[in-house]
């Protein structure tokens, strides 16, 4: 047999053998057990999703694990009936700065921030709006930043939005305010668990002013 004839030979048993992968795999596919089906409402059987990998070379099946929005937003909003400027400085951040200090698997481990819900009471916690005399009815200010896993800030916040007619006078006494609640909650103390899921992860914050100012109603 010639070079030619070789070639042809050597081209036809690598055919033949991806042929024969590929039918074992579908093969396979055909065979999957009733646990590691895909999942639907008209299934008979119990399902199993799966996570598909860059070095998964078989069939693989989603996860609907949940997940976290891609952006975490919080909105806290200061009322007369609940106006956070009577708070005692001294008792503010406990939630978070003070929490900061016991490091995981000390007694004050219960403490830590283990869900978003703990790290959004932890942030409302820390929040001291301008006096009235220096605040403005209606004002809203919304910043954007993220943490790090040990519950630091990433970078400092970025302003994303304040009223468009208030005066720049008025949204630095605010940008100012919410300056200081961070640096009095941060950084905020995450669980292990907590840390690793929220590392990173874009965080909304919006400001609302709704407490009624004496010069605007006249007292």
Do not use: Q
């Not at 065979?31 to 070379?57: K, N």
């Not at 932890?122 to 943490?147: N, Q, S």
């Amino acid at each position: 047999m010639g070079a030619a004839g070789n070639v042809i030979a050597v081209v036809g048993t690598a055919i033949g053998v991806a042929g024969l992968s590929a039918t074992s795999e579908a093969s396979a596919l055909n065979h999957v057990p009733p646990a590691r089906a895909p999942c639907s409402v008209l299934s008979g059987h119990s399902c199993h999703p799966l996570f598909c990998g860059v070095f998964h070379h078989g069939p693989c099946l989603p996860s609907d694990e949940p997940t976290l929005p891609e952006t975490l937003r919080l909105t806290i909003v200061s009322t007369d009936e609940n106006d956070p400027a009577n708070k005692n400085l001294g008792d503010v951040g406990k939630i978070g700065a003070d929490a900061s200090k016991n490091n995981v698997g000390s007694p004050a481990a219960d403490h830590a921030l283990d869900s978003i819900k703990d790290m959004f009471a932890a942030l409302r916690d820390c929040w001291v709006p301008p006096p009235k005399d220096a605040a403005r009815h209606g004002m809203e200010y919304t910043i954007r930043f993220a943490f790090k896993r040990d519950g630091e800030m990433i970078a400092p916040p970025r302003m994303t939005y304040s009223s468009h007619d208030a005066p720049a006078k008025m949204r630095d006494t605010y940008r100012d305010a919410i300056d200081a609640a961070l640096k009095r909650c941060t950084p905020l103390h995450f669980s292990a668990g907590m840390g690793e899921a929220i590392a990173g992860r874009p965080i909304a914050v919006r400001f609302v002013d709704d407490r009624m100012i004496d010069k605007e109603t006249g007292k």
